[in-house]
């Protein structure tokens, strides 16, 4: 499989990154170099084959539902661009 | 001092040949003078180690301590330091201080170790050459024209070139093995899950392992035995018992059973790495284990699937870095898309950004079985050959990388090229399967890492059968020739 520049530039919106004009070509050339070396994976039967997300196949640890974590909010504002009185802001969302 | 390995600092602190402070003041001036030539370092955190090397002192004034107490350690950037700077390479970390540290850290503290500085490293651990840094390539210090590897480069500098003791790294594809191959020192990732990734920034987290840095297996021994272990805030963190890995070092290997596999020795590998290696073999055989050649028949599609699985998690980890609660925002956003938008694109290198757009296309409507299911089909490939491979030997012996360093700039324009440099070190990390490199010889004055790799939880043994090396030879205590002294 290949991209194109307008497949980058759909997969750049989806992942919010612009990519200018004039390096659109480029960028889709690299991504084609590394698809094309990832498709070696395609020459391998691998119908009957279970898919690995684990590597010791561990499944997700349950714990009791209990409050566990302080309330750190002014600490982790402290760093945040902009926030008033405790709340992040960001652009207006709706007009 | 400052050639001194853990093991034997550990013992000069105990016989009080010279103070915590004195040592952390040595090591601090030796970095203050000579890493301009390296890049290894991102902050030298002075006045904290400082702190740090008084209470130890302290501490051992007052009785028993951590083997650990008073010996300053280099940290990788990825590891959260509450008040002082994460950056993870990355110009979107740049303003970032965390207000907590990760687990990693915390048990460093515990044991009363100093944290000499936070180093250098490929942005969001994406590279094998430490050229993706915001803040600029390592370079070598046994030839300062070349990489160090990465994406742990400013760590295994920071170690090869006598500025540290020890430093911690991470590997997900072999980012400790390949930086520690090329600078001539020891590194090990253990089996996916031994040591806590809460707190250190995520890149592929089914891949993910944070390990020691060190001029002796001894040393990573006993780094290991204290990052190690169960933590209740990583829930993929193994809830298993830590072995004394000091005290099975000396074994006898004797009648140990180590495989070749002969897919590591294929085409793409130099003939001087690949005599260092062999050289290896025949030392263990000399120490009296029994070789033999087996077959990894799917590794040569680790590369392939491993590009799949990365940075499809990376994609999905690096959605998080959106310019809302912390880290780099772009200045005067016109919407909220535009804020993510130009957020992203600013904060992001290059590879970052390939890497996110490779990943959010094999992870996209209508490919995602043809990518990253197939990846993880093949990832189980991968394993079988290692759960069969295992049944007829102990541990495997490899090269860790293809060739020795290279020079700077020499496979940046090339991704795929670069991928290669982790051929042997990637399917460790798809299985999850402990493994580490040592060093091994040397070819062109430049160092070459022969590799093990164990099977789960098997680190005790991996450690003992390095250290049986380390014992015959002196590859390992070999150093690099430097200019100015301190």
Same mark, same amino acid.
């Given at each position: 499989?290949?991209?194109?520049?307008?497949?980058?530039?759909?997969?750049?919106?989806?992942?919010?990154?612009?990519?200018?004009?004039?390096?659109?070509?480029?960028?889709?050339?690299?991504?084609?170099?590394?698809?094309? !070396?990832?498709?070696?994976?395609?020459?391998?039967?691998?119908?009957?084959?279970?898919?690995?997300? #684990?590597?010791?196949?561990?499944? *997700?640890?349950?714990? %009791?539902?209990?409050?566990?974590?302080?309330?750190?909010?002014?600490?982790? *504002?402290?760093?945040?661009?902009?926030?008033?009185?405790?709340?992040?802001?960001?652009?207006?969302?709706?007009? | !001092?400052?050639?001194?390995?853990?093991?034997?600092?550990?013992?000069?602190?105990?016989?009080?040949?010279?103070?915590?402070?004195?040592?952390?003041?040595?090591?601090?001036?030796?970095?203050?003078?000579?890493?301009?030539?390296?890049?290894?370092?991102?902050?030298?955190?002075?006045?904290?180690?400082? &702190?740090?090397?008084?209470?130890?002192?302290?501490?051992?004034?007052?009785? &028993?301590?951590?083997?650990?107490?008073?010996?300053?350690?280099?940290?990788?950037?990825?590891?959260?330091?509450?008040?002082?700077?994460?950056?993870?390479?990355?110009?979107?970390?740049?303003?970032?201080?965390?207000?907590?540290?990760?687990?990693?850290?915390?048990?460093?503290?515990?044991?009363?170790?100093?944290? $000499?500085?936070?180093?250098?490293?490929?942005?969001?651990?994406?590279?094998?050459?430490?050229?993706?840094?915001?803040?600029?390539?390592?370079?070598?210090?046994?030839?300062?024209?070349?990489?160090?590897?990465?994406?742990?480069?400013?760590?295994?500098?920071?170690?090869?070139?006598?500025?540290?003791? =020890?430093?911690?790294?991470?590997?997900?594809?072999?980012?400790?093995?390949?930086?520690?191959?090329?600078?001539?020192?020891?590194?090990?990732?253990?089996?996916?899950?031994?040591?806590?990734?809460?707190?250190?920034?995520?890149?592929?987290?089914?891949?993910?392992?944070?390990?020691?840095?060190?001029?002796?297996?001894?040393?990573?021994?006993?780094?290991?035995? $204290? !990052?190690?272990?169960?933590?209740?805030?990583?829930?993929?963190?193994?809830?298993?018992?830590?072995?004394?890995?000091?005290?099975?070092?000396?074994?006898?290997?004797?009648?140990?059973?180590?495989?070749?596999?002969?897919?590591?020795?294929?085409?793409?590998?130099?003939?001087?790495?690949?005599?260092?290696?062999?050289?290896?073999? #025949?030392?263990?055989?000399?120490?009296?284990? #029994?070789?033999?050649?087996?077959?990894?028949?799917?590794?040569?599609?680790?590369?392939?699937?491993?590009?799949?699985? %990365?940075?499809?998690? =990376?994609?999905?980890? $690096?959605?998080?870095?959106?310019?809302?609660?912390?880290?780099?925002?772009?200045?005067?956003?016109?919407?909220?898309?535009? !804020?993510?938008?130009?957020?992203?694109?600013?904060?992001?290198?290059?590879?970052?950004?390939?890497?996110?757009?490779?990943?959010?296309?094999?992870?996209? =409507?209508?490919?995602?079985?043809?990518?990253?299911?197939?990846?993880?089909?093949?990832?189980?490939?991968?394993?079988?050959?290692?759960?069969?491979?295992?049944?007829?030997?102990?541990?495997?012996?490899?090269?860790?990388?293809?060739?020795?360093?290279?020079?700077?700039?020499?496979?940046?324009?090339?991704?795929?090229?670069?991928?290669?440099?982790?051929?042997?070190?990637? %399917?460790?990390?798809?299985?999850?399967?402990?493994?580490?490199?040592?060093?091994?010889?040397?070819?062109?004055?430049?160092?070459?890492?022969? &590799?093990?790799?164990?099977?789960?939880?098997?680190?005790?043994?991996?450690? #003992?059968?390095?250290? *049986?090396?380390?014992?015959?030879?002196?590859?390992?205590?070999?150093?690099?020739?430097?200019?100015?002294?301190?």
């Amino acid at each position: 499989m290949s991209v194109d520049r307008s497949d980058i530039e759909k997969v750049a919106a989806l992942s919010r990154l612009a990519i200018d004009n004039e390096t659109a070509g480029q960028v889709a050339q690299k991504v084609n170099d590394i698809l094309e !070396m990832i498709d070696q994976m395609q020459a391998v039967d691998t119908d009957t084959v279970e898919p690995m997300t #684990n590597p010791l196949d561990a499944t *997700q640890r349950l714990r %009791a539902d209990e409050v566990t974590e302080l309330d750190q909010r002014e600490a982790f *504002q402290a760093i945040a661009p902009s926030t008033e009185a405790g709340l992040f802001l960001v652009p207006k969302v709706i007009e | !001092m400052h050639d001194m390995t853990v093991s034997a600092l550990s013992s000069a602190l105990a016989a009080g040949e010279f103070s915590s402070v004195e040592l952390t003041q040595h090591l601090i001036d030796r970095v203050k003078t000579m890493d301009g030539d390296y890049n290894a370092f991102l902050t030298l955190c002075e006045e904290h180690a400082l &702190q740090q090397a008084s209470n130890a002192d302290k501490a051992r004034a007052a009785g &028993q301590v951590h083997p650990l107490c008073g010996i300053p350690v280099a940290h990788k950037d990825i590891f959260c330091t509450n008040g002082i700077r994460t950056s993870c390479g990355s110009k979107m970390l740049d303003n970032f201080v965390p207000p907590y540290n990760a687990t990693m850290i915390d048990k460093f503290d515990s044991a009363g170790a100093v944290m $000499l500085g936070k180093t250098n490293m490929d942005e969001f651990a994406m590279g094998a050459s430490n050229e993706t840094s915001f803040y600029g390539p390592v370079r070598n210090p046994w030839n300062t024209g070349c990489v160090p590897g990465g994406s742990s480069g400013g760590s295994a500098a920071a170690v090869a070139a006598r500025l540290a003791p =020890a430093a911690t790294g991470t590997d997900t594809g072999g980012s400790i093995r390949q930086p520690a191959a090329l600078c001539g020192i020891s590194g090990m990732k253990p089996t996916y899950g031994r040591v806590s990734r809460y707190g250190m920034i995520a890149f592929a987290s089914s891949l993910d392992q944070a390990g020691p840095m060190a001029r002796s297996v001894e040393d990573l021994a006993l780094l290991l035995e $204290l !990052m190690s272990g169960h933590d209740p805030r990583d829930s993929t963190s193994i809830d298993a018992d830590v072995p004394k890995y000091s005290a099975s070092l000396n074994n006898s290997i004797e009648g140990l059973r180590i495989g070749v596999p002969k897919e590591y020795f294929s085409e793409g590998l130099n003939p001087g790495t690949a005599a260092c290696v062999e050289q290896a073999i #025949n030392e263990y055989q000399k120490l009296g284990a #029994n070789i033999s050649e087996l077959s990894l028949p799917h590794s040569p599609l680790s590369v392939p699937a491993y590009y799949v699985v %990365a940075p499809a998690e =990376a994609s999905t980890n $690096l959605s998080r870095f959106d310019g809302v609660r912390y880290g780099h925002r772009c200045d005067n956003p016109t919407d909220l898309n535009d !804020m993510y938008t130009r957020t992203r694109s600013e904060g992001f290198g290059d590879e970052v950004k390939r890497r996110i757009l490779v990943g959010t296309y094999s992870l996209s =409507a209508g490919y995602y079985d043809a990518y990253y299911r197939k990846a993880q089909k093949i990832r189980r490939l991968i394993q079988q050959d290692f759960v069969e491979a295992f049944k007829s030997v102990d541990l495997l012996i490899g090269p860790t990388s293809p060739s020795p360093a290279f020079p700077l700039g020499a496979k940046t324009s090339d991704p795929v090229a670069m991928y290669l440099e982790d051929i042997y070190t990637i %399917a460790a990390n798809l299985a999850g399967l402990p493994a580490l490199s040592m060093p091994a010889g040397l070819v062109d004055d430049k160092p070459v890492g022969v &590799q093990l790799i164990g099977n789960y939880l098997c680190e005790a043994q991996l450690l #003992n059968a390095a250290h *049986q090396f380390q014992c015959a030879t002196d590859w390992h205590q070999q150093q690099p020739v430097q200019g100015d002294m301190v």
